[in-house]
């Protein structure tokens, strides 16, 4: 059946004064990676005009005494806490690393990576339909053997020794990176030394025993938000004979709205249509309706598997690699970029301004703008900024008119409208900072999902441009271009339609398996199953300090903005 949807550190020692870091390159010609290893001394002799410009504060690594003292205790239980918390998508290790810290100072190293690993196994153990009723599995009936009896092929080879089937102990790793210090780009650490714990989580696939009758099996799917491209290529993965060609086109077969009924009256009907599997296809929100109705179908000790598939194109669930529909919303956002591009390389004084969806995280502009190399400046939430004043987005623009007669900006549309808390190390002391970007005025109006109902950040900047270039004096052509429902109704892309195709298998396999309040989905380039619980706890983001963000000031050129 297919439905529609219905503080925990003390301070620490006093701080030393802030050193400040030599500016950016941001007047040679060019841009790249060659560019960004240009000294300040360099950049003086290339620029015709010197542009002012200061940096972010770089605070000292404060040297700790050998011996052990609370001041040591104090600082190294600070800065460590704060470097793992800065990446909001290392929620685990974010909540995990104050306890760890005070094992390892407590009692020893390893004692802190047992505790972690034990923690880790037990928040990563999948729900399964098991765990309240007494169910004795039966063998699949799921092979790509010609013969596909379950009692052997023509050969007499048994089914059992088919090894097209993922047991039941196999494991991913989720990280693969060893970071040396807690200072490294975006290092991800449980403790000062930054120990290395292996992450496991369980790989996802076909099993030799299910808990479900093939043939008896009642199964409903659900899409529920925006539009997103390859929607239709994970409901075809479910019942191909009903729904063999609509992959071909864009939208969702199914319809898409936002809100709903009460859990329970969704589970009410779930029971009277004596419904065994729910496959629900949507973002942070709808995993965390899916794991909703899981627990109300455990409470009632109902047999139904409730499986989520991560659809967005923000790419904002935590620990996932990517979610289905981002590739081809990048894909789609270069085009819109080009364009920009061509539009303000050809008029004089041209400003080509694109606007892409990121409601809470920046993804989609960081790729699009690091993919197409056209853009100039890129804005997206996770990164404060400012438009006014002497080290604003304006008076960077006003360089780039002058030195290079055209430029591209590309805005995430949360841009500047987002108050993030961002922790910062400086002489190991917890600082929290609010971000001062709050550029627009905010209604507290929201959608039928419960989300805030953004300012357009697009319009804003447009005229916020054109103003500012009619005060000075100086002709600017601003080009505005909107593609928000252009990325996101179109057909998925190749890269997109295999992850769709594979993800709407692994649901499948997943719920036949007897899983339940879990979300298919790929880590570490693996296809995984990860318990609803831990990706819901916040929205993935942009790390400002992870290399990818790196890459794209690197490939941008741009210099910060506050």
């Known amino acids: 059946m297919c439905c529609s949807p219905a503080s ?46 200061r940096s972010p504060v770089l605070r000292p690594r404060r040297r ?77 009936t799921f092979s790509l053997k010609k013969n ?4 052997g092929d023509e050969n007499g ?46 790989r996802a696939g076909p099993r030799k025993e299910i808990y479900y009758e093939p043939e008896e099996v009642k199964a409903a799917i659900v899409t529920c938000g925006g539009l997103c491209p390859g929607l239709n290529d994970v409901i075809r ?18 319809g898409v709205s936002r809100g709903g009924a009460k859990t329970s009256e969704i589970v009410d009907s779930i029971q009277a249509r004596r419904i065994d599997m729910l496959f629900v296809l949507g973002g942070n929100g709808t995993h965390a309706g899916a794991n909703a109705i899981h627990e109300e179908c455990r409470k ?51 400003i080509g301004l694109v606007k892409l969806m990121g409601r809470s995280s920046g993804f989609i502009a960081m790729h699009a703008s690091l993919s197409s190399g056209q853009v100039d400046v890129c804005l997206i939430p996770e990164v404060p900024f400012t ?10 623009l006003e360089h780039l008119l002058k030195t290079k007669g055209f430029c591209v900006v590309c805005v995430a549309e949360a ?48 005229q916020k441009i054109k103003m500012h270039f009619k005060d000075i004096g100086v002709p600017a052509d601003v080009k505005y271009i909107d593609p928000t429902y252009m990325v996101r109704a179109c057909r998925a892309n190749a890269s997109d339609a295999i992850l769709c195709t594979v993800l709407g298998q692994n649901a499948v396999h997943g719920a036949f398996a007897g899983f339940s309040g879990i979300t298919s989905c790929i880590c570490n380039t693996h296809y995984v199953y990860l318990p609803i619980t831990e990706v819901i706890t916040a929205p993935k983001r942009v790390n400002p300090n992870s290399r990818m963000w790196h890459r794209c000031l690197t490939s941008t050129g741009q210099p910060d903005f506050h």
Request: glycine content about 6%; overall charge positive; proline content about 6%.
């Open 8 to 53: 925990l550190c003390p301070p620490g020692p006093t701080t030393t004064p802030p050193l400040r870091r030599p500016p950016r390159a941001r007047c040679v010609e060019g841009r790249g990676a060659a560019s960004e290893y240009h000294s300040a001394a360099t950049t003086r002799s290339l620029c015709s005009t010197p542009f002012p410009h």
């Open 64 to 140: 700790i005494p050998a011996s052990p003292s609370s001041a040591r205790v104090a600082a190294a239980l600070v800065h460590t806490a704060s470097v793992a918390a800065f990446n909001k998508g290392s929620n685990f290790i974010r909540l995990f690393s104050f306890k760890c810290q005070r094992v390892h100072l407590q009692e020893n190293k390893k004692a802190c990576s047992t505790k972690f690993q034990e923690d880790w196994d037990k928040r990563f153990n999948l729900p399964r339909i098991t765990d309240i009723y007494d169910l004795k599995p039966r063998p699949t």
């Open 148 to 151: 596909r009896s379950p009692a």
């Open 157 to 202: 080879t048994p089914m059992d020794k088919w090894n097209g089937y993922v047991n039941s102990d196999d494991r991913a790793l989720l990280k693969v990176i060893k970071y040396s210090s807690p200072n490294s780009a975006g290092a991800e650490c449980i403790d000062p030394d930054c120990s290395w714990v292996e992450q496991w989580v369980h």
């Open 237 to 254: 993965q479910l019942s191909r004979h009903l729904v063999e060609n609509i992959n071909l086109a864009g939208g969702s077969f199914l």
């Open 300 to 350: 009632r000790k109902l047999k139904v598997s409730v499986v989520a598939v991560p659809k967005t194109i923000d790419n904002d669930i935590l620990l996932m690699d990517k979610t289905f529909g981002f590739d081809t919303a990048v894909e789609e956002a270069q085009r819109a970029i080009n364009s920009a591009y061509i539009e303000a390389r050809s008029a004089y004084h041209g």
């Open 387 to 396: 438009l006014d004043g002497e080290y604003g987005v304006l008076r960077h």
């Open 415 to 462: 841009a500047g409208q987002i108050q993030l808390e961002a922790r910062e190390s400086r002489a190991y002391d917890l600082v929290i900072l609010r971000s001062l970007q709050e550029l627009l005025q905010k209604s507290g109006a929201t959608d039928a999902s419960g989300n805030v109902i953004l300012s357009d950040i697009g319009v804003h900047m447009q």
